[in-house]
C-alpha cells in the first residue's frame, strides 16, 4: 500500500541570498491552479496540466506527485515536477540475490535501491522529471525574469526542503534525483555537483530531425542499402493490418495492449515505472487531438501497437508493445519506427523523439543521440560517498554501431544543430 502521508500542507519559503524568490509546493496539479499556468511553458504540453491530471488520476504503481511553484514576489516564474517512487523493502527481493548488470539504468537504479531497503524500511525517492519521458520535462524557468543559476539554486534547496520536510512528517525520501539536463544545461548541473550530488550519463536520447516535406523524401535522402532494408520491412509487413484505434477499440483491446507492453517492459528489465493499465486509454480520451494509438492486426488478433503524443512541433514515440515471436517474420518493430516516422513527417514535426532503448535500430532510421545528464543525492552523507562507485557499476555498457542511413548525413547533422 502506498504512502499517503501529506507532504508541506503549508507554503514553505526558501532562505535564500535573493530574498525575492519563494516557492510554493503543492500535492495535486489542481491546487498549483493558475500559477501553475501562468509559469509552465504553453508550448511544452508535458508541464500542462490536462496531461498532469492524467497522470495523476492513473498513476503508475507506487508514485505519487508534487508541484513546485517559484515566484518572484507574487508572479511565477518557473515551475518543477515531482514524482515520489515509492519503494517496500521487501518487494521483488528475490530477483536480486544475484548481483548484474543490468541493461537498463532505470531498473538497476530501482534494484540498488529496493537492496539498500530490503529488511530494514519503507521508504521514498523524490524525482524532480518525468519517469514516463526522456527529455527536460522535470523544471522549466522563465530566463527573462530568473538567471539560470539563480534558478538552480533555487530548485536544489526547495527539493532538499521538500525531502526534509517529507522526513519529520515520518516520510523517508533518503535519494534525490534530477532527471535529464541536456548538455546545454551542463553548467547549471554544476550547482547540483557543488551541493554533492553525482552527475552521470546513461544511454542517450536517440532524436530523428525531419527536414523532409514527405516520406518519399525521407526514403529519397536514404542510401540504397538502408533504402532497400526499409522496403525488405514494409513487404513483410504487408500481411499486416494497420488501424489507428478510437477510443472504443483502445477499450476493448485494453488487456491485451497492456500484456504486450509488459511482455516488451519486462524484456527490457525497466520495472521503475509499471504503467497503470488505463493510462494510455486515458490519454487517448482526454487529448485527442495530440495522442494517436495505432494497432496492428493479423487475421483480427492484436499484435502490436504504438502511441504518438504531438508536443508542438515535436513528436514523442510514447509507449508500445509488440508479439515478440511474429516479430522477425513481420518485422513488426521496424514498421513501428517507419511508421513513427510516416506521422511525424506528415504531421509537419520537425523532430521525432525516440527515447532510449534500441539505440541501434533507432539510429538506423535515422535517429541521432542527444546526451542527456542526471543527478543523484543520497541524503546519508556516508552513503553519497560511495554513490558514484555505485552509479558507475549500475550504469549499462550496451555495444552499439551507430548507423548513418542517410546519403548526405552532413547536411542532416547541420539541420539538427540549427
Known sequence: MQNSTPLLREPAPIPMPHTEYRYTYFRSSELAGPDWDAAAPASDLFFRREYLRVLENYPPQGMRFGYLVFYRGEEPVGVALCQIKYFKGDDNINELETPTKDPCFFSGLSKWFKRWVAGKMAADILICGNMLLTGEHGYWFDYQKITPDTAMQLLEEALNKVARSADSEGVKMPVILVKDLASTHRRQGQILKNKGYVEFDIQPNMVLHLPFLHFDEYMGAM???????????????????????????????????????????????????????????????????????????????????????????????????????????????????????????????????????????????????????????????????????????????????????????SDLDDHAAS
Not at 234 to 255: H, T, V, Y
Not at 306 to 326: M, P, R, S, V, W
Not at 356 to 380: D, F, M, W
Open 223 to 409: 542510401s540504397t542499402k538502408y533504402r532497400t532494408r526499409a522496403k525488405r520491412a514494409f513487404k513483410k509487413g504487408e500481411r499486416i493490418e494497420k488501424r489507428e484505434l478510437s477510443n472504443a477499440d483502445i477499450q476493448r483491446e485494453l488487456p491485451r495492449m497492456y500484456a504486450l507492453y509488459k511482455d516488451i517492459a519486462n524484456t527490457a528489465g525497466f520495472n521503475m515505472v509499471d504503467l497503470n493499465e488505463d493510462y494510455l486509454a486515458a490519454l487517448k480520451r482526454d487529448l485527442p487531438e495530440q495522442v494517436r494509438i495505432f494497432g496492428y492486426y493479423l487475421d483480427g488478433h492484436l499484435l502490436a501497437f504504438f502511441t504518438t503524443i504531438l508536443n508542438g512541433a515535436e513528436l514523442e514515440a510514447h509507449f508500445l508493445g509488440y508479439d515478440k515471436e511474429h516479430n522477425h517474420d513481420l518485422q513488426l518493430y521496424l514498421n513501428i519506427l517507419y511508421d513513427i516516422v510516416r506521422i511525424g513527417i506528415e504531421s509537419g514535426c520537425h523532430s521525432i523523439v525516440f527515447a532510449r532503448t534500441a539505440l541501434e535500430i533507432k539510429s538506423s532510421v535515422g535517429a541521432v543521440p542527444h546526451e542527456l545528464y542526471c543527478y543523484l543525492r543520497h541524503q546519508n552523507p556516508l552513503v553519497n560517498k560511495f554513490t558514484g562507485t555505485i552509479l558507475d557499476y549500475l550504469k549499462p555498457v550496451e555495444e552499439w554501431l551507430p548507423r548513418h542511413p542517410f546519403k548526405h548525413a
